[in-house]
């Protein structure tokens, strides 16, 4: 066993009950054991991320709540153990229930930090103000309120791609193919994987596909003439309206999102557990189970 202290802090900013309930049985849980020190303990009334020498972040809640401490840390981020409370959970893998199987491997530092994919987002408007959001999982422009088709200008560094008429467009991390990408038909990518996923909603050419070009790149979408009710989406969470004249530009940022893979779980041992990927019954072969056909 290591030495020292594992630092850690716990993130449940989620107000509902539950979460809240599951965040007091972990703090509990933390507290008790020697081979840990608890940092700092989160919550709504925190208006702040300050810096804390912390080892692993706990974040209670679902994918979105990671999402959320994601954009919290900043460029101060802090390896997140996601603590899954809803349902889907691609990055929030491990159950309240696993939890005191996992602990003495935690303190054991029996894990492994893998860095992913983080962009910044630009908003640049017409009137010539600029908004800068830091993101994980994708910027989509979205035909929205306007309940019409738009048009979306794609260019990657400075040469233009095409013009994208559809429902909307999204630009998506590897981290987030899984999310909105992967409903509207795009590819999965390995979640390590330094590329983006462009990936039209509903398009109007059956011709145009989604693409996957390289992180290092920058993306810039407009959209003249759209209408009103078009809304920029950043991590389905930041949502503003989007008006013919202003420009989005996307492009990696300066830091990764650091999460922890505990021994045993792996990406696509995730994928098999949280889209079925294990087969219907009667496409399965036949095991043989101590002896017997099953």
């Known amino acids: 066993m290591s030495s020292s202290p594992l630092k850690v802090i716990v993130v449940a900013r989620d107000q509902s009950e539950h979460v809240q309930l599951a965040h007091c049985a972990l703090r509990d849980l933390l507290q008790q054991h020697d081979g840990i020190e608890l940092v700092a303990s989160l919550t709504a009334n925190d208006e702040a991320c300050t810096e804390f020498d912390a080892e692993v972040a706990f974040v209670v809640g679902g994918d979105g709540a990671i999402l959320r401490a994601c954009r919290w840390f900043g460029e101060k981020q802090i390896p997140i153990l996601g603590v899954n409370l809803g349902r889907l959970g691609f990055l929030a893998d491990i159950n309240q229930s696993d939890l005191q199987q996992i602990i003495n491997d935690l303190v054991e530092r029996k894990f492994e930090v893998v860095s992913h994919l983080m962009f910044e987002c630009h908003h640049r408007k017409e009137n010539g103000d600029s908004v800068r959001y830091l993101g994980l999982n994708e910027t989509a422009l979205l ?6 088709l738009i048009d979306v200008e794609l260019a990657i560094n400075g040469l233009a791609v095409t013009t994208y008429s559809g429902d909307g467009l999204i630009v998506s991390t590897p981290v987030g193919s899984t999310a909105h990408n992967l409903s509207a038909g795009g590819p999965i990518l390995r979640q390590d994987l330094r590329a983006f996923v462009i990936t039209p909603i509903c398009p109007h050419t059956l011709t145009v596909r989604p693409i996957v070009d390289r992180a290092d790149a920058e993306y810039v979408l407009t959209s003249p003439g759209a209408p009103d009710g078009v809304m920029l989406v950043v991590d389905g969470q930041i949502k503003v309206p989007f008006e013919s004249g202003d420009s989005v530009t996307i492009r990696q940022a300066g ?13 696509y041992q995730t994928l098999q557990r949280k889209l079925g990927w294990d087969g219907q019954p009667r496409y399965q072969r036949r095991r043989i189970v101590h002896g017997e056909e099953s």
Do not use: M
């Not at 035909?143 to 019409?148: D, E, K, M, Q």
């Not at 830091?255 to 990406?267: A, K």
């Open 143 to 148: 035909s929205g309120a306007s309940l019409s």
């Open 255 to 267: 830091v990764s999102f650091q999460l922890i893979r505990i021994q045993g779980h792996s990406f």
